[in-house]
């Protein structure tokens, strides 16, 4: 049976899990609803960069198996040199994965069924930030999802610049996450980012208010 966090919590809290494509736009989005509403923000990226810290079992597995070039001189994740193996091989990246995500669940769970988190009067919505809420299917620890898109020449464009990357590398990153079209099919919202970052904002403000207006319900 399925454990649905959101209903081991109270029934008034929300829960915004916030995807989209990588770099289309949800580090604008969260910084928004943490500046704007002062909403709390959980961010599976960085639970996941937690994950591997010095002295983990989890960078501790990642260096059994791919050896100790994939450390930098201070022993510290390469992190570049991971992106290169898992982002070229979905074997790898699944192995890598299910090192990882249960700890980025757990600390989800953590976070949303301990205090300050767990009581609505004080946070009556919480904010997780999930770039893969779809794929590695913790929809179930939220109680809506807000998918931000773009068009995909723009998520090309805005990820080599960003992250300075071929256009071999950003395909390579695209691919490896479900496609935007399917994304969308399940979001409960859609914020389309594919303007500019104002315009992006207007929509947040309205689903805010049109969300909370109806109690939280989809
Ligand atoms: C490969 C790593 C070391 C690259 O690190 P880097 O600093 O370059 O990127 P960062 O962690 O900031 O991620 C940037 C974006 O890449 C995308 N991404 C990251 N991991 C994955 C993945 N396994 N599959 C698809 N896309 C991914 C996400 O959109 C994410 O927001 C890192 O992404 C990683 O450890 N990934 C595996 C863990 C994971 O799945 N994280 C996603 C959150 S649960
Ligand atoms: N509307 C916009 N117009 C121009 N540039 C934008 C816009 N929105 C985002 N960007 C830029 O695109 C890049 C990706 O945006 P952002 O970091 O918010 O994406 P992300 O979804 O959080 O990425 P990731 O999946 O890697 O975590 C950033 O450099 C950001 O400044």
């Known amino acids: 049976m399925t454990t649905n966090l959101a209903d ?29 509403y002062k909403l709390p923000i959980l961010d599976a ?21 791919y050896g100790s070039g994939v450390l930098l001189p201070d022993r510290t994740l390469n992190r570049q040199r991971l992106g290169e193996i898992i982002f070229s091989s979905p074997a ?16 989800f769970v953590q976070a949303i069924s301990h205090p300050p988190l767990n009581d609505p009067q004080h946070y009556p919505i919480v904010v997780m930030v999930v770039p893969l809420l779809f794929e590695a299917r913790m929809t179930d620890l939220v109680t809506e999802t807000w998918v ?30 479900m496609e935007i079209t399917k994304k969308k099919v399940h ?4 914020l389309d ?3 500019t970052p104002e315009a992006l904002y ?17």
Do not use: F
């Not at 996941?48 to 597995?61: F, H, I, K, N, Y």
């Not at 790898?92 to 600390?107: K, N």
């Not at 805005?158 to 996450?177: C, E, F, K, P, V």
């Not at 207007?202 to 989809?218: L, S």
């Open 8 to 36: 081991q919590t109270s029934s008034s809290l929300r829960i915004i899990g916030l995807t989209g494509g990588i770099a289309m736009g949800k580090t604008l989005v969260s910084e928004y609803l943490s500046t704007q």
């Open 45 to 65: 990226d960085i639970y996941a960069r937690e994950a591997v810290l010095p002295d983990s079992s989890g960078l501790q597995s990642i260096v059994d198996r």
């Open 92 to 107: 790898e990246r699944l192995w890598v994965e299910q090192c990882i995500h249960p700890y980025v669940r757990d600390r």
């Open 148 to 177: 931000v898109i773009c068009s995909e020449d723009q998520q090309i464009e805005r990820l080599m610049n960003r992250d300075r990357l071929t256009l071999d590398q950003a395909h390579a990153r695209i691919n490896s996450q």
């Open 187 to 190: 979001a409960t919202v859609i």
């Open 193 to 195: 980012n594919s303007s």
């Open 202 to 218: 207007h929509q947040v403000d309205r689903h805010i208010a049109q969300q909370t207006h109806a109690g939280g319900q989809n």
